[in-house]
């Protein structure tokens, strides 16, 4: 007799477990809103929040700027302060990767030029080499449209191709709403 007697299930679960397609989805938070707004604006003492409401003229020069888009989630915006003076906009927004949202942090100084990208949460299985510090950086100092081409001025990345895009995509929206509705005027 056998010291031990297996299931007769056994090997049919193991054959439908091998062939079964598993996807492992890692949700992690890498900075909450607070760290990520005194990280783009380290001088800042104060984020109050702003109210984004643009008329249709101002939604179509958006669209019309940032080109075709990938589903977004609720974008939030602050204006970076040190007493009464402006330093810039914080933004928060969510953008789809693959499968999921990518809630990422921008800032845009008062000259108009971009901050390095911060990544908030990421929520998908592959693709988290968008958190890489020299990929986020290349938007540091860029203030045009232009300059936020994927391939061309923003490098792809292997593997998050999709997150890569569709991120690059959101911050050339962010830099589009921000020239229509809060561009600061000049003094005169």
Do not use: C
């Amino acid at each position: 007799m056998s010291r031990f007697d297996p299931n007769p299930l056994w090997p049919a679960l193991g054959i439908v477990a091998a062939v079964a397609p598993i996807s492992v989805t890692i949700a992690a938070t890498y900075l909450t809103v607070e760290a990520a707004q005194k990280a783009l604006f380290p001088a800042a003492d104060s984020f109050v929040p702003v109210v984004i409401a643009l008329t249709d003229d101002e939604k179509r020069a958006v669209v019309d700027a940032a080109g075709p888009q990938a589903p977004h989630g609720e974008l939030r915006a602050w204006a970076a302060k040190h007493g009464d003076d402006l330093l810039g906009h914080v933004f928060v927004d969510n953008v789809i990767g693959r499968e999921d949202f990518i809630t990422y942090a921008v800032g845009i100084g008062v000259d108009g030029k971009l901050r390095p990208v911060e990544i908030l949460d990421y929520r998908e299985s592959h693709g988290g080499e968008i958190r890489n510090k020299g990929w986020l950086a290349q938007f540091a100092g860029k203030s045009e449209q232009g300059q936020l081409r994927m391939r061309a001025d923003i490098k792809n990345i292997a593997g998050a191709t999709l997150s890569s895009e569709h991120v690059t995509g959101g911050v050339r929206q962010i830099l589009a709403i921000w020239s229509v509705a809060l561009r600061p005027t000049p003094a005169n």
